[in-house]
C-alpha cells in the first residue's frame, strides 16, 4: 500500500520562474493540504484541497496556487519565486473529507531552491 | 485562534535516559493534538494523537504523551531513550483531524551514547 507521493525530490529555480509541484495521496485519501516548511522552522500550512476546490487556505499570497484532479492528486504551483520561497514543500493526504477524524499521513517532500 | 509552543529547540539525553519534549497550546475549541516526527530528509511521521477519551496517549516506538487541559498542555515522554530517537519532533494542533495543522517550531532531540 504506497503512501503519500511528492514529485520531484528536489528542484532547483531561479527567481521570478514558475515551478509545479506533484502528490500523490495515500490510496483511500480524497483530501490533500500542502504545507511549507523552511529551514530550522515548523511546517506552515498553505492550502486543502477537497473534492477539486480550495476548501481551506493559509497565509499565503495569490502566487501559490493548487489544483486537484478527479483522482485526487495534486499539484501546487509558485509563480514569480522568490529566494524566500526556498524551502520543503510538504503534501499530506487524509480519508472522508477536510472535516473527517482521520490524521493527515506526509509525503517525504519536494526541497525547492531558489537561486 | 490555536498556537503551539514547544519549550526548548534543542534537548539532549544520554542513551537509556527519559526523554521530555514540552509543548503547551492555545485553543479557543477542544482541540485535537499530536506529536509527529521528521528524520533527515524525510516527511513527517505520527507519533500519537489526542482526540477525545482517555489523556494519557500511547504511540509508537514507546512514546507517549499526557493531555492536560488545565495546564494546557500535551508534553511527550519515553522513559528510556534510544540512539534511534534522535529525530526533530513537532506538536501540532487542529480543530480537526482532517483539517489545518498548526505547528509548533520543533524540538531536536540528540542522544549520546
Known amino acids: 500500500d504506497a503512501g503519500v507521493t511528492q514529485s520531484p525530490t528536489h528542484l532547483i529555480k531561479t527567481r521570478g520562474q514558475q515551478v509545479t509541484l506533484r502528490c500523490s495521496p495515500k490510496s483511500g485519501h480524497d483530501t490533500v493540504s500542502w504545507y511549507q516548511q523552511a529551514l530550522g522552522q515548523g511546517p506552515q500550512f498553505i492550502f486543502q484541497?477537497?473534492?477539486?476546490?480550495?476548501?481551506q487556505r493559509g497565509n499565503f499570497p495569490d502566487r501559490f496556487s493548487g489544483h486537484q484532479f478527479p483522482n485526487y492528486s495534486s499539484e501546487l504551483n509558485v509563480n514569480a519565486l522568490l529566494l524566500g520561497d526556498s524551502a520543503l514543500y510538504l503534501c499530506?493526504?487524509?480519508?472522508?473529507?477536510?472535516?473527517?477524524?482521520?490524521?493527515?499521513?506526509f509525503g517525504d517532500g519536494t526541497r525547492l531552491s531558489i537561486l | 485562534a490555536q498556537s503551539v509552543t514547544q519549550l526548548g529547540s534543542h534537548v539532549s539525553v544520554s542513551e537509556g535516559a527519559l526523554v521530555l519534549l514540552r509543548c503547551n497550546y492555545s485553543?479557543?475549541?477542544?482541540?485535537?493534538l499530536f506529536w509527529y516526527v521528521q528524520y533527515p530528509n524525510q516527511g513527517l511521521q505520527l507519533l500519537l494523537k489526542y482526540t477525545t477519551g482517555a489523556t494519557l496517549v500511547k504511540g509508537i516506538n514507546g512514546f507517549e504523551a499526557e493531555f492536560k487541559k488545565s495546564e494546557t498542555s500535551f508534553h511527550l515522554t519515553k522513559p528510556s531513550a534510544h540512539m534511534s530517537d534522535a529525530a526533530e519532533y513537532f506538536c501540532?494542533?487542529?480543530?480537526?483531524?482532517?483539517?489545518?495543522?498548526?505547528f509548533g517550531q520543533g524540538t531536536e532531540l540528540s542522544v549520546k551514547p
Open positions: 484541497y477537497y473534492e477539486e476546490e480550495e476548501r
Open positions: 501540532a494542533v487542529t480543530m480537526n483531524q482532517g483539517g489545518k495543522l498548526i
Open positions: 499530506a493526504s487524509s480519508g472522508w473529507g477536510w472535516a473527517s477524524n482521520q490524521p493527515q499521513h
Open positions: 485553543s479557543s475549541v477542544p482541540p485535537y
